[in-house]
T-cell receptor, first 116, second 117 residues
Framework: AQSVAQPEDQVNVAEGNPLTVKCTYS??????LFWYVQYPNRGLQFLLK??????LVKGSYGFEAEFNKSQTSFHLKKPSALVSDSALYFC??????????????FGRGTSLIVHP | EAGVTQSPTHLIKTRGQQVTLRCSPI?????VYWYQQALGLGLQFLLW???????NRGNFPPRFSGRQFPNYSSELNVNALELEDSALYLC????????????????FGSGTRLTVV
């Protein structure tokens, strides 16, 4: 089955430390992968995407993600976390539906908490 | 450029009632997606509309329905509301390029918070 998984419900990190939010996927064909961030009572904001090209993708607010085809992963990273990075992070993949169309499918989300 | 706008922002309804949520996509975007974000369940795909037609539907009962208008705005209707319908309903839009291709990115609105009591 085509899907995306975020194995951690919550990630805790100290301010200034590097952070990683994990995402794995299972799709047929080439994956189109996305990361979004959601602040409380808000919609999702686009961070970055991987379509093709370099495996390391740079996005908004200093975030980057590494595409690893052999491990079917697309982990979100940031070298130095800020308290303001605390939010809910969603990984998404474009999935081919039974009707032949592509639907963005989201993971369950990972709550990132950055401690001062 | 205006983003995706959703209305109302908050709504309280009684079980059994009906509700209509509205979404205006980014200008030029022809595809509108609806998602339900219930507590602890992540984003669940509800419906996808493109060029006025329903293109795909998630695993939700028929009392969840909608439509897309000629200006590409969309409505989500929920009939016979149940307590578990309480959630944040998010709308996203994208530019569909070619047949079966759902665009590079999806721009989300801020959502409608529906509470069913």
């Amino acid at each position: 089955a085509q899907s995306v998984a975020q194995p951690e419900d919550q990630v805790n990190v100290a301010e200034g430390n590097p952070l990683t939010v994990k995402c794995t996927y299972s799709v047929s064909g080439n994956p189109y992968l996305f990361w979004y961030v959601q602040y409380p009572n808000r919609g999702l904001q686009f961070l970055l995407k991987y379509i093709t090209g370099d495996n390391l993708v740079k996005g908004s607010y200093g975030f980057e993600a590494e595409f690893n085809k052999s491990q079917t992963s697309f982990h979100l990273k940031k070298p130095s976390a800020l308290v303001s990075d605390s939010a809910l992070y969603f990984c998404a993949v474009r999935v081919l539906s039974s009707g032949g169309s592509y639907i963005p499918t989201f993971g369950r989300g990972t709550s990132l908490i950055v401690h001062p | 450029e205006a983003g995706v706008t959703q209305s109302p922002t908050h709504l309280i309804k009684t079980r059994g009632q009906q509700v209509t949520l509205r979404c205006s996509p980014i200008s030029g975007h022809t595809s509108v997606y609806w998602y339900q974000q219930a507590l602890g369940l992540g984003l669940q795909f509800l419906l996808w509309y493109d060029e006025g037609e329903e293109r795909n539907r998630g695993n939700f009962p028929p009392r969840f329905s909608g439509r897309q208008f000629p200006n590409y705005s969309s409505e989500l209707n929920v009939n016979a509301l149940e307590l578990e319908d309480s959630a944040l309903y998010l709308c996203a839009s994208s530019l569909v390029v070619g047949t079966g291709y759902a665009g590079y990115g999806y721009t989300f609105g801020s959502g409608t918070r529906l509470t069913v009591v």
